[in-house]
T-cell receptor, first 114, second 114 residues
Framework: NAGVTQTPKFQVLKTGQSMTLQCAQD?????MSWYRQDPGMGLRLIHY???????DQGEVPNGYNVSRSTTEDFPLRLLSAAPSQTSVYFC?????????????FGPGTRLTVL | AQKVTQAQTEISVVEKEDVTLDCVYE???????LFWYKQPPSGELVFLIR??????QNEISGRYSWNFQKSTSSFNFTITASQVVDSAVYFC???????????FGGGTRVLVKP
């Protein structure tokens, strides 16, 4: 199994540009989520999904969109990038039946918005 | 609302010293789960332990041990006889059984010097 994969690993955007961060998992996990990590603030939940076709907002959803058309993929879209969105983004997934279980994290995407 | 506080931002020790990381949490739910994750310098997030609110037994795994005290809302983590490879950022996290959102503390950076 590849586990949780994220692309790209690094990205530089200009203010106002849009882009999609990709996340995929091959473990048949129902629960997937996106976090951002900023210095001193730990990880904060952006959006999550409990299954295909179902998404919901986390703690810091503004400026981000998600969709879940398949069990495997959970892309995160930045509609109009802002410098405040400079961060490291992590995607995670959990075993079937359990966001309460251990979450498996991807390697992260480091995004810089100029 | 739920909250996780890791008051120690950085701890520096010399190899073979013990180090204890504090985690204090707040939640209104009676059933919840607590986690510890490790983030080494390479950046990935590694799951260490999960504990539910009904299980206050302390746990030891090799050089790692955890002390869960519901009365003080604390879930502290001790590394015994620290090694340079233990240098990392450690995160405590909480999720309520009734919710879908995992809340992280701000993390504690541990630096183990040879």
């Amino acid at each position: 199994n590849a586990g949780v994969t994220q692309t790209p690993k690094f990205q530089v955007l200009k203010t106002g540009q849009s882009m999609t961060l990709q996340c995929a998992q091959d473990m048949n996990h129902e629960y997937m989520s996106w976090y951002r990590q900023d210095p001193g603030m730990g990880l904060r939940l952006i959006h999550y999904s409990v299954g295909a076709g179902i998404t919901d907002q986390g703690e810091v959803p503004n400026g981000y969109n998600v969709s879940r058309s398949t069990t495997e993929d959970f892309p995160l879209r930045l509609l109009s990038a802002a410098p405040s969105q400079t961060s490291v983004y992590f995607c995670a997934s959990s075993v079937p039946g359990g966001y309460l279980n251990e979450q498996f994290f991807g390697p992260g995407t480091r995004l810089t918005v100029l | 609302a739920q909250k996780v506080t890791q008051a120690q931002t950085e701890i520096s020790v010399v190899e073979k010293e013990d180090v204890t990381l504090d985690c204090v949490y707040e939640t209104r739910d009676t059933t919840y789960y607590l986690f510890w994750y490790k983030q080494p310098p390479s950046g990935e997030l590694v799951f260490l332990i999960r504990r539910n609110s009904f299980d206050e037994q302390n746990e030891i795994s090799g050089r790692y041990s955890w002390n869960f005290q519901k009365s003080t809302s604390s879930f502290n983590f001790t590394i015994t006889a620290s090694q340079v490879v233990d240098s990392a950022v450690y995160f405590c996290a909480l999720i309520a059984a009734a919710g879908n959102k995992l809340t992280f503390g701000g993390g504690t950076r541990v630096l183990v010097k040879p």
